[in-house]
C-alpha cells in the first residue's frame, strides 16, 4: 500500500511512541541505535510495522 507523507508521519509517530514506552522492537538493529523514531522508521521501511490505514472513499473521485 502507498501512504501519504501524512499517514506515514503518522504511524512513524506512534510505533516511536510505543517503542519509547517498552514495546518489543520487532527487526534486528544496531547495538549504537537507541532513538525511537529512528527504530520506527527502520520498521516502517522493512514493512514490519502492524498498523493499518483506514480510509474514506469518496465516490465523487475520479482517478
Given at each position: 500500500m502507498?501512504?501519504?507523507?501524512?499517514?506515514?508521519?503518522?504511524?512513524?509517530?506512534?510505533?516511536?511512541?510505543?517503542?519509547?514506552?517498552?514495546?518489543?522492537?520487532?527487526?534486528?538493529?544496531?547495538?549504537?541505535?537507541?532513538?525511537?523514531v529512528e527504530i520506527a522508521m527502520m520498521e516502517f521501511k522493512e514493512n514490519a510495522i502492524p498498523i493499518t490505514v483506514k480510509r474514506k472513499i469518496d465516490a465523487r473521485r475520479k482517478d
Open positions: 502507498k501512504y501519504t507523507r501524512f499517514e506515514k508521519a503518522r504511524i512513524i509517530g506512534a510505533r516511536a511512541l510505543q517503542i519509547a514506552m517498552g514495546a518489543p522492537i520487532l527487526i534486528k538493529i544496531p547495538k549504537n541505535i537507541i532513538d525511537p
